[in-house]
């Protein structure tokens, strides 16, 4: 299995702009999370799907993020319109489910920089 | 949720044995303990979890005391490779999966 992809892999953008990351899951994985680290605030855990529904997306900063998960290999997470304090690695994650004894598999990240 | 504390950072010498506490007093009764680890330049990786008894795997061995409130990464003998940044996560029915908190975790140096 290749893995968790993510992409793109770097993306350079300007205040204002609008930015879409994407996620491709683990086949047959269940669940997927999006999360984003920051050296001030560490891994924080924006919001996560179970089946396609999103189950919990109180880590979600501000109205300006958006995840969709139209399907069971795709995923998105928007922000629009970007700003600068949204620069930061944001990685997706998937698991079988959400039991506790799930393993995540995270992605390599993307790393953003909002000019 | 259940809170843990970590030490910020360690050291260790390469062939050695390295052991990385984490204090999770508040840990509910159906708390699985996970451990992941995040390389320079990646995503965190799993590592082991357990939930009473002491675990092996090929990357690691987990100790956990006996009632719960903390545990122990073991890393039988650390390369170079093993320098990453190592989570304490506990993980259990009633936390859900998907607020699992990652909190700082500890930085391991392995010298040469």
């Known amino acids: 299995d290749a893995g968790v992809i993510q992409s793109p892999r770097h993306e350079v953008t300007e205040m204002g702009q609008e930015v879409t990351l994407r996620c491709k899951p683990i086949?047959?994985?269940?669940?997927l999370f999006w999360y984003r680290q920051t050296m001030m605030r560490g891994l924080e855990l924006l919001i996560y799907?179970?089946?396609?529904?999103?189950?919990?997306d109180s880590g979600m900063p501000e109205d300006r993020f958006s995840a969709k998960m139209p399907n069971a290999s795709f995923s998105t997470l928007k922000i629009q319109p970007s700003e600068p304090r949204d620069s930061a690695v944001y990685f997706c994650?998937?698991?079988?489910?959400?039991?506790?004894?799930?393993?995540?598999?995270f992605g390599p990240g993307t790393r953003l920089t909002v000019l | 949720d259940a809170k843990t504390t970590q030490p910020n950072s360690m050291e260790s010498n390469e062939e050695e044995p390295v052991h990385l506490p984490c204090n999770h007093s508040?840990?509910?009764?159906?708390?699985?303990i996970h451990w992941y680890r995040q390389l320079p330049s990646q995503g965190p990786e799993y590592v082991i979890h357990?939930?009473?008894s002491n675990v092996n795997n090929r990357m690691a061995s987990l100790a956990i005391a006996e009632d719960r409130k903390s545990s122990t990464l073991i890393l039988h003998r650390a390369t170079l490779r093993d320098a990453a940044v190592y989570y304490c996560?506990?993980?259990?029915?009633?936390?859900?999966?998907?607020?699992?908190?990652f909190g700082d975790g500890t930085t391991l140096t392995v010298k040469p």
């Open positions: 799907f179970n089946n396609n529904v999103p189950i919990d």
């Open positions: 508040t840990i509910s009764g159906t708390d699985y």
């Open positions: 996560i506990p993980i259990g029915y009633n936390t859900n999966a998907g607020k699992s908190t």
């Open positions: 357990g939930l009473t």
């Open positions: 994650a998937s698991s079988l489910a959400t039991l506790p004894t799930d393993t995540q598999y």
């Open positions: 086949s047959g994985h269940n669940s």
